[in-house]
């Protein structure tokens, strides 16, 4: 109509245009060196790491600097399984050889980078290595990744009282709590705020993010509007991720395989971390 009306009939953009335009806006907020997002839950089997990755690949695809995600799981974690890997390096080798890691090209060595950009560092499934990697590890590693990337997000096993996560969450400028849509999924996720509060990372709890992943039309009667609002009230926002059968095969996931409805659930969250950018970093206690 623009272009037969010669440019005297305009039609204004639909509320969703600009609700769509306003998350990406929020996606692509500048980062001043380097923030840290650490991906938590105390119970195994949310969809913790698979989180992790898909917001990376979301900031990945809008941003344009660089972004990592860092598999910061001692225990055989499975990050690097979920994109076509480049390289056999991980954070142990990448440990190994930080003193020789002086530029970008050389943590590139150390990176599988997917299609939207996101670059992935595996952890390693050895466990004569992997059992050692503690709070010190993940310092360094970090200390040297923020060197070359602007966004880093941290993947941790599942728990926080383990020497890794310690570590994870001294160096986190923010956190996404991430739970099941169960009622014992919610508790434990709860009781990681409680947890979080109680010895010295209150900033961190209450800027949380939390995610309710893997919610169906039929929620099997749980009260998952109770429970969103219970995190909501408790964190800086709750997201809901509907179930997704591209991510129920657990194998490589790729943002343009899932339903529209999960890619934009996904967006929101990332947008609702981006919020926590423009403010100061946490200040451990």
């Known amino acids: ?34 923030r840290k997002v650490a991906f938590i ?4 089997g949310v969809g913790k790491t698979t989180t992790c ?9 809008f941003r344009g600097d660089r972004v990592v995600a860092l598999d910061a799981n001692p225990d055989a974690g499975t990050l ?11 954070v142990a080798t990448l440990l190994r050889d930080r003193r020789a ?20 560092i595996a952890g390693d499934e050895r466990s004569e290595i992997a059992n050692v990697l503690g709070s010190a590890d993940v310092d360094q590693a970090v200390a040297l990744l923020e060197r070359h990337f602007n966004l880093l997000c941290l993947d941790t096993a599942a728990g926080v009282l383990g020497s890794a996560a310690q570590g994870v969450l001294e160096v986190a400028d923010q956190a996404v709590i991430v739970s099941a849509a169960s009622l014992d999924a919610a508790r434990a996720a709860s009781a990681t705020l409680d947890w979080l509060e109680d ?37 800086r926002a709750c997201i809901r991720i509907p179930w997704d059968p591209h991510l129920d ?3 490589e996931v790729a943002l343009e395989q899932l ?6 659930a996904l967006l929101e969250l990332a947008a609702e971390i981006a919020n926590g950018f423009t403010e100061p970093k946490q200040r451990r206690s």
């Open 1 to 34: 109509l623009y272009l037969l009306s010669g440019g005297v009939v305009a039609i204004p953009p639909s509320a969703a245009e600009l609700r769509q335009r306003e998350l990406i806006a929020r996606v692509k907020t500048p980062i001043t060196g380097c």
């Open 53 to 61: 990755l898909l917001v990376g690949h979301t900031f990945a695809s």
């Open 249 to 251: 095969m657990g194998a």
């Open 199 to 235: 010895h010295g990372h209150y900033e961190i709890a209450s800027s949380a993010v939390a995610v309710l992943n893997g919610i169906r039309v039929d929620s099997r009667g749980v009260d998952v509007e109770r429970i969103q609002e219970h995190f909501a009230a408790r964190c």
């Open 101 to 120: 890691i002086d530029r970008y090209a050389d943590a590139r060595a150390y990176t599988s980078q997917a299609s939207t950009r996101l670059e992935v």
């Open 41 to 44: 839950s105390r119970k195994g």
């Open 259 to 264: 339903r529209s409805d999960t890619r934009q």
């Open 80 to 90: 690097g399984h979920r994109l076509r890997r480049e390289t056999t390096e991980t």
